[in-house]
């Protein structure tokens, strides 16, 4: 199957299990078909982190898509439990969290919590697979130090994985060109914030 995007990669998701956790039942068909569509052979659905906790304890799975507002339990602390859990196969399943909703602050949490990814909503099939090839081929080793349980969180110092474009497609390019205007002199630029007097008349 060829994947989306400028990602020119080949993959095969037949024997590939995927959970999927949201409270949203229109969402989670939706993500369900998207799945499918990217030819995922086993789709798992869950409504509630326990029904979720109920799946990863009788089937083995291998990436789990979780919306972090659920309605019995929040997402994040789901996840953080699972890491903790040490319960293998479980412990070390890829997650990606989805969310409409993606704050600083969330990314953070969800890093903390030892998920792999955020992925602002909306989805479509062309993000999701590049995620899940970028989870394929990210050589962050899976560390356990106690209080965390994950991938290693040092993220930024490694860069994206080999042969991986970029970490966003609208990431803007760190290369700098030429300057396409002279600069400012300063007192253009004091002029920008200096205190102007508006006349009322």
């Given amino acids: ?41 086993e789709v798992h659905r869950a409504m509630s982190a326990e029904e979720a906790d109920n799946i990863v304890r009788n089937k083995s799975v291998d990436l789990i898509i979780i919306e972090p507002s659920l309605r019995d339990s929040d997402g994040f ?9 040490r319960r293998e196969p479980a412990c070390s399943v890829p997650v990606i969290i989805i969310s409409s909703l993606v704050h600083p602050s969330d990314v ?20 999701l697979i590049q995620r899940v090839l970028w989870i394929g081929r990210d050589k962050r080793p899976f560390v356990d130090v106690g209080h965390y349980v994950g991938p290693d969180r040092r993220f930024k110092v490694e860069g994206p994985p080999p042969n991986m474009n970029g970490r966003r497609s609208t990431d803007v390019d760190s290369r700098l060109g030429d300057a396409s205007a002279p600069n400012m002199s300063q007192n253009e630029i004091d002029g920008f914030i200096r205190p102007q007097r508006v006349s009322l008349d």
């Fill in 77 to 85: 602390a789901f996840i953080k439990e699972l890491r903790l859990s």
């Fill in 1 to 41: 199957m060829s994947a989306a995007g400028n990602l020119n990669a080949k993959i095969n998701l037949r024997h590939a299990s995927v959970l999927l956790v949201e409270s949203n039942q229109h969402a989670v068909d939706t993500l369900a078909q998207i799945m499918t569509g990217l030819g995922v052979g």
């Fill in 108 to 127: 953070s949490r969800a890093r903390d919590t030892g998920a792999n990814f955020v992925v602002a909503k909306p989805i479509t099939p062309n993000i």
